[in-house]
């Protein structure tokens, strides 16, 4: 079974190729978006967060996406776990009432928010992304999740810049399928 599980990671990784100065010059992109032009490795990918979350035996109330690519496989493992799915957003994306963190990056301070109510108090929540690089993203969205006194149950990506430490920023515990 572990080898099988080894192949099915391996096969996502050969997926994601590097594009070298994009989005400017010195940085390296990790292009997720082969993965989901391969129906097999898609639903794979889905398949093994969704895996993950069940080996922890603890029911997930929600999931939360980050945006935007986080989006595109939060949704998706909401559905095969059953639960619901809130967007966490850059500031003013969101219609009515809502909740804001600002964090800082390496060069400067962003803020996400949510909508006031997605939350009540004590659910269970596992929050996607495609990529944790530096982990101040990932790291104010658990603590909007908290401020709306959610349980963060863990953070799931499907890739690590194992580099950059992201993970460190983050403390609840962070999930990755492949690493580079």
């Known amino acids: 079974m572990a080898t099988e599980k080894q192949a099915r990671l391996d096969k996502i990784k050969a997926h994601i190729p590097s594009v070298p100065d994009f989005p400017k010059p010195g940085i390296l992109f990790w292009d997720i978006m082969p993965i989901m032009q391969n ?45 619901g799915f809130v967007p966490v957003r850059k500031a003013g994306k969101l219609p009515g009432e809502t909740v804001k963190c600002s964090y800082t990056l390496e060069y400067g301070q962003d803020t996400v928010e949510m909508q006031k109510n997605s939350l009540k108090p004590q659910q269970n929540v596992v929050i996607v992304d495609d990529l944790i690089a530096t982990g101040g993203t990932m790291a104010g969205a658990c603590r909007l999740v908290e401020s709306m006194q959610a349980n963060v149950l863990a953070c799931l990506v499907v890739v690590e810049l194992d580099y950059l430490n992201g993970r460190d920023k983050v403390k609840h515990a962070v999930h990755s399928l492949v690493h580079f």
């Open 39 to 83: 129906p097999e490795v898609f639903s794979d990918t889905v398949a093994l967060l969704e895996e993950h979350i069940k080996e922890t035996g603890t029911k997930v109330d929600v999931i939360v996406g980050l945006e935007a690519r986080g989006f595109l496989f939060g949704p998706l493992l909401a559905l095969r776990l059953n639960c």
